[in-house]
């Protein structure tokens, strides 16, 4: 009797194989893996990342100091209009930006002088130190500093420069420039002010005159003057003459319109036609753009066959109309005293700057 076994079952051959297979490959990666740990240090590749960061920080910190140094170098660049390498005061503006194609400005410009407008948060103090930096640095040198109120010299810095001279002055949170001779700006411009001496004097050593009570300015007038009044072409307002006694020369305040009625160098063509009488004709010559008690203003020269005057506008703040005052003699010391001293009717008395 034969007895029969069990056959044993066969694991799958293929399968065992797969599965030492894949136990192999696992390890051979373990080992890989293991190997490049222990290669590369995580440390300092996280040392270095960070090394890099800091780095890229730094380097854009730098090029944004340099852009703002940059740009500083620009602003340092502008130079004031009408003027050679004189630098623009930062942040302040042509005075007479809105005219700029005027051309009495223009005038003004190709004489070498020139305003700008400061802001309210900078004086005339903080011009004086900038300039005091930037004009020594290109070759300036201050001869002058003349305060307010010198009794010899006009108010303001001078400069030489070769053979130029400079004057910055303000008047009213403004910066103005003045192209003159080496010698007036050592002087301090004391020509100008002995002028203004000379008219105190004739009021001094004699006595002086007002105008009539209802006349639209105050003034005080050496007696040796001769006061004329005339009835004007404007509204019949009247016209006021000073005739010097020794020499005959006229001085003329001169109604033409209203103040802001038109432009300016408009109303001084207009007083130039209401002197051209017969075959006399006058013109302009030259008018350059300035400014007196605040207002914007005109200064300059008319002419005709036969004469020739300086003109200066004014403003009367009581009736609002626009003078013109004008001189046949420039050197008269009675013209730059009205300048600096004549007053509308009731105004109080102000301390004049120069």
């Known amino acids: 009797m034969e007895i029969k076994r069990k056959k044993k079952k066969v694991k799958n051959k293929k399968v065992l194989f797969k599965s030492e297979s894949n136990d192999l490959k696992k390890l051979r990666r373990k080992r890989k893996w293991k190997a490049l740990k222990e290669k590369i240090d995580v440390r300092k590749i996280l040392m270095w990342i960070l090394v ?33 390498e004189i630098p623009v005061f930062p942040k302040s503006t042509f005075l007479f930006a809105q005219d700029f194609d005027n051309e009495s400005v223009k005038d003004m410009l190709a004489k070498g002088q ?8 900078n004086t005339f103090e903080n011009v004086k130190e900038y300039y005091a930096n930037e004009l020594i640095g290109r070759g300036w040198n201050l001869v002058l500093n003349v305060d307010i109120g010198a009794e010899d010299k006009r108010f303001g810095q001078y400069w030489v420069k070769g053979d130029q001279g400079l004057r910055i002055y303000s008047k009213f949170n403004d910066i103005w420039y003045e192209s003159i001779t080496p010698e007036e700006a050592k002087n301090g411009l004391s020509n100008r002010v002995s002028e203004e001496i000379e008219i105190d004097m004739l009021l001094a050593g004699s006595d002086y005159q007002d105008l009539l009570p209802d006349y639209p300015w105050q003034i005080k007038v050496p007696k040796d003057y001769l006061i004329r009044y005339e009835v004007s072409e404007f509204e019949k307002l009247r016209a006021v003459k000073f005739q010097r006694i020794s020499t005959g020369q006229f001085i003329t305040i001169y109604p033409v319109g209203y103040w802001g ?3 300016l ?20 010559i030259n008018s350059t753009v300035t400014s007196w008690r605040g207002n914007s203003s ?9 004469n020739q005057q300086e003109i200066l506008i004014l403003k009367n703040e009581r009736n609002k109309v626009t003078y013109v005052l004008s001189t046949e003699d420039s050197s008269d010391p009675l013209y730059e005293y ?14 004049s700057q120069p």
Do not use: P, R
Not at 269 to 281: A, I, K, P, R
Not at 298 to 306: E, Q
Not at 339 to 344: D, G, H, L, P
């Open 338 to 351: 009205i300048i600096e001293n004549i007053k509308y009717l009731g105004q109080e008395d102000e301390t």
């Open 114 to 121: 020139s305003a700008y407008k400061i802001n309210s948060k």
């Open 261 to 263: 009625s038109k432009a």
């Open 52 to 84: 890099t960061i800091l780095l890229i920080g730094v380097s854009l910190g730098i090029s944004s100091i340099l852009g703002s140094d940059e740009e500083e170098i620009v602003q340092e660049t502008e130079y004031v209009l009408g003027l050679d």
């Open 265 to 284: 160098d408009f109303q001084l063509e207009d007083y130039t036609d209401m002197l051209s009488q017969g075959s006399e004709n006058w013109s302009i």
């Open 298 to 306: 005109l200064k300059g020269t008319i002419a005709s066959d036969l």
